[in-house]
């Protein structure tokens, strides 16, 4: 069962520990509704992979990942044949005197011969309704996103030797993209969009306290302040909400309960990671990023 309003699925990415804004949950509620693929684009770290996860748990479905990579092809991502077997089939069929061929090639093309990769395992219609995640859609190479057309269309996949796989109950599919290259209109037409875009500052603490509830206020709130302001610097990559919730986590094993310029410059490795980014952030800077960050929260005056 899907939830029935956008208050309903608010509430159940909520429960899997996912703090959705208004806009995200209305486009998961219409996707799921419609049965239509949910295309989520954003910045690294933003939580896009983390809702499919949730949508999984929360609506008691199989998760199917397909993580894409340069190179990925029909074999590794929807089905290949078991060669192997067939070989051995075929051998076994001669050796008991088979000589119909047609016979013979109708045998060995059959669904026990049929190895599922994540796209076909998702519409199978054997087993149990499921959540398609095809995860950084943008790192496969652009023909592979003609393969994913007639799934996104029809739900279904055609194996030109078998026929054609109808999903009995359409899988939810969220596709992701962390936009290193542009996904192909074709692939846009057939989903819904949604830019997954950094928290703001209330929606980072509303996170943090479902993510890491042992960090004490003061703190959490210093974190969020800190790594807001973070976030504006020129940095090569900056910091996302996997790395604030590790950031949190790490200061609680050190018994930190505020931020100084000691315990962040010890820690950083934990929020950036490339070396040139800690050196830009390391010493002074820290120390201001800080010192801003108590300030703000000491205050209490919005620091986002």
Not at 189 to 196: D, F, K, P
Request: with cysteine.
């Amino acid at each position: 069962m899907h939830p029935a309003s956008v208050a309903d699925t608010a509430a159940m990415l909520a429960a899997g520990g996912y703090i959705a804004d208004l806009a995200l949950a209305t486009t998961v509620h219409l996707a799921l509704a419609m049965q239509r693929p949910l295309f989520l684009e954003g910045e690294p770290g933003t939580g896009k992979t983390e809702i499919a996860k949730v949508l999984a748990a929360g609506l008691d479905r199989r998760l199917v990942r397909l993580q894409c990579y340069d190179g990925l092809d029909l074999a590794a991502a929807a089905y290949e044949w078991d060669h192997a077997r067939q070989l051995m089939a075929i051998r076994i069929a001669e050796a008991a005197g088979q000589t119909d061929r047609g016979q013979l090639a109708s045998d060995i093309y059959s669904r026990e011969f049929l190895l599922a990769r994540p796209l076909l395992a998702a519409i199978d219609p054997d087993l149990p309704p499921a959540v398609l995640l095809i995860d950084e859609l943008d790192r496969a190479d652009e023909p592979f996103e003609a393969f994913l057309l007639e799934l996104l269309a029809d739900f279904q996949l055609t194996i030109p030797e078998f026929g054609t796989v109808h999903a009995r109950t359409p899988p939810a599919v969220v596709i992701t993209s962390n936009r290193t290259r542009e996904v192909h209109d074709a692939i846009r037409r057939r989903c819904l969009y949604h830019w997954v875009d950094y928290p703001d500052a209330a929606r980072e603490r509303q996170i943090l306290a479902s993510k890491a509830p042992g960090v004490g206020e003061k703190l959490s709130a210093q974190i969020v302040a800190f790594v807001q302001r973070l976030r504006r610097e020129d940095l090569f990559k900056l910091p996302g909400v996997a790395e604030t919730i590790d950031w949190a986590g790490a200061l609680s094993h050190l018994d930190a309960h505020e931020l100084t310029p000691g315990v962040v410059d010890e820690t950083l490795g934990v929020l950036l990671k490339y070396q040139d980014d800690i050196a830009k952030i390391r010493g002074a800077e820290a120390a201001r990023l800080a010192a801003e960050a108590q300030e703000a929260t000491a205050v209490k005056v919005p620091f986002g």
